[in-house]
């Protein structure tokens, strides 16, 4: 029984960072109907970003103090993800959804390409922002670094539903997901909008990289994270912020309970699938997800 | 305070929609724009708010002003900034925000918190419907709670002028007329100035000041209320009154008189 806790609170946790990484799916997506299938490589160039300004300031004989790392990361990936929007999908306006697939596909082979060609393909330990070891709770043991990234997440959902519904910029890329006609005749700038939400996945990307990595293995493989958070940001729904943490709530504790009773029967294969049955159950049963928009359809 | 000084628009680079089109707008006037389906109507609305590009369309020639500025290309923020918003045919409030966010969507410009609440209430005060839907998603409204938001929603921006194209288009008869008692009201209360597209002629008609009759692109004929209310044609084709003694079909007359009369 006490096993059977620890598996649940060990794959809600690690679901929550999934959740975070599919809250910058749905930031992105909400504004500019885009799936970015690169969403890995974004986090792997976040985290590549941010062991430059540490560990690889460092290791050059210039340290850096933490917080002008951790700004410098945040500069940084504000420009990435303005770059990407600027030049691969700002001119893709219009275009066909297929287009705008391929694009996505050529954007990640390219930036895998990058990646490899700016810091090599070789692993590195990432930098350890987050304090390493575990929480003795009674008798379970609960891992420090995922539990302040899914305090984080949680936190950051309810700061980013705040945002959406509250605040002017908010409000301003609410109608924009909504309807860009809509938002045009209100006075929005579409485009400015679409940037907005580019620099915000990015940079939530990035915390999703933080806290994923710190003190751990980095490498270009990591972006094998894209593609676990994609079914998350569909089962809790492309447009629902708060659909996405739920949703990794859900996807997670499947996970760790397929990993600890189906793995020893399938080699392993059990848990690494899962997520995709799971993404497939959603298209084929309810395709805008848990808590996605459906299209309101009055008679 | 707004001008069309021969305005043509052309839809992917080759329809050509408005042809020369001219339109003035006065201050604290209520303007009507009438035509047949097709005559360019919400064309010129959008060439107006800057709303071609979406469509693929655009302005090639002419000139639009508002207020002593021309924006004939100008973004639509800026027009919306400038004091001009228009309501959109067809109903389009963001359908998954809840009322108040769409109101308050409506005024994402605005950074005069006093004054924007204050707004709310005014808008609350013509729409005693609207306190209570609040919390409701607007999606899920009837087409005239839904018709009340947008028009409020356009109010919240603080404009000067209020474009609104067919805001009657599938409302009850008694429901128009309570719709378009609020704009008359909100027009004089306000100061406003409204520049209206109706298919109902009559109720449009009866509200306005000064009217335009568009066809194939063109402003086929104009006058004040009482010219148009006078005109012959515009009691046939629009207010549905015989010309002569006995009732002449719309068929046998449509391309005779109209051409006669208004083009000839």
């Known amino acids: 029984m006490i096993e059977f806790v620890q598996i649940l609170i060990e794959g809600a946790l690690v679901g929550l960072v999934y959740g975070l990484v599919a809250i910058s799916f749905v930031v992105i997506y909400r504004a500019s109907k885009i799936i970015n299938l690169a969403q890995g490589e974004v986090v792997v160039v976040g985290a590549f970003l941010l062991w430059t300004f540490t560990e690889g300031m460092a290791g050059i004989g210039y340290p850096l103090p933490l917080w002008l790392a951790l700004l410098l ?126 620099i915000m996945g990015t940079v939530v990307a990035t915390a999703a990289a933080v806290v994923l990595l710190s003190g751990s293995i980095l490498s270009l493989e990591v972006a094998v994270i894209g593609f676990k958070a994609l079914p998350v940001a569909l089962l809790g729904g492309m447009e629902s912020i708060r659909g996405a943490p739920l949703a990794g709530l859900i996807i997670g504790i499947f996970e760790a309970l397929a990993s600890a009773y189906l793995d020893p029967l399938t080699n392993g294969a059990a848990s690494g699938l899962l997520p995709y049955v799971v993404m497939i159950a959603v298209l084929l049963i309810r395709p805008y997800g848990l808590f996605g928009w459906r299209k309101i359809e009055r008679l | 305070m707004l001008t069309l000084a021969n305005v043509d628009a052309v839809y992917g680079g080759v329809i050509q929609v408005l042809r020369s089109t001219n339109l003035d707008v006065r201050e604290g006037q209520m303007v009507v724009l009438l035509g047949a389906n097709g005559a360019g109507k919400t064309t010129t609305l959008k060439a107006i708010s800057g709303l071609l590009h979406a469509d693929h369309g655009a302005v090639t020639a002419g000139r639009i002003s508002f207020a002593g500025q021309d924006i004939t290309h100008a973004e639509p923020s800026e027009i919306v900034r400038a004091g001009m918003v228009q309501v959109l045919e067809g109903r389009r409030v963001l359908e998954h925000l809840t009322v108040y966010q769409n109101l308050m969507v409506g005024a994402h410009l605005r950074s005069d918190r006093a004054g924007v609440k204050a707004d709310l209430e005014r808008v609350y005060g013509y729409f005693p419907a609207l306190p209570e839907l609040a919390g409701r998603i607007a999606g899920y409204l009837s087409g005239g709670e839904m018709q009340m938001v947008l028009i409020g929603r356009a109010l919240m921006a603080r404009p000067r002028l209020l474009i609104l194209d067919e805001p009657s288009m599938g409302l009850a008869p008694i429901l128009t007329q309570q719709l378009f008692r609020t704009i008359g009201r909100i027009k004089r209360d306000e100061g406003l100035t409204v520049l209206l597209v109706e298919q109902n002629a009559r109720a449009a008609i009866s509200q306005c000041d000064y009217g335009y009759i568009m066809e194939g692109g063109r402003i086929v004929l104009h006058g004040s209320r009482a010219e148009l209310e006078g005109n012959q044609d515009v009691q046939e084709f629009y207010l549905g009154m015989g010309g002569g003694a006995e009732r002449v079909s719309y068929r046998d007359v449509k391309h005779y008189r109209r051409r006669k009369r208004w083009l000839g």
């Open chain 1, 73 to 198: 990361t945040l500069a940084g990936c504000v420009a990435f993800g303005w770059t990407i929007e600027r030049t691969v999908f700002r001119p893709l306006i219009g275009q066909s959804a297929f287009t705008i697939f391929m694009a996505g596909v050529a954007l990640l082979i390219l930036l895998r390409g990058l990646a490899q060609l700016v810091w090599g393909a070789q692993s590195r330990s990432a930098p350890a922002i987050l304090p390493e070891g575990a929480l003795d709770l009674g008798p379970f043991l609960v891992n420090t670094r995922l539990l302040i990234g899914a305090v984080f997440t949680i936190l950051l959902t309810q700061a980013l539903h705040l945002f959406f519904t509250r605040s002017r910029l908010g409000l301003r890329l609410a109608a924009v997901a909504e309807d860009h006609t809509t938002a045009h005749s209100l006075g929005v700038s579409v485009r400015q909008a679409i940037a907005v939400a580019w």
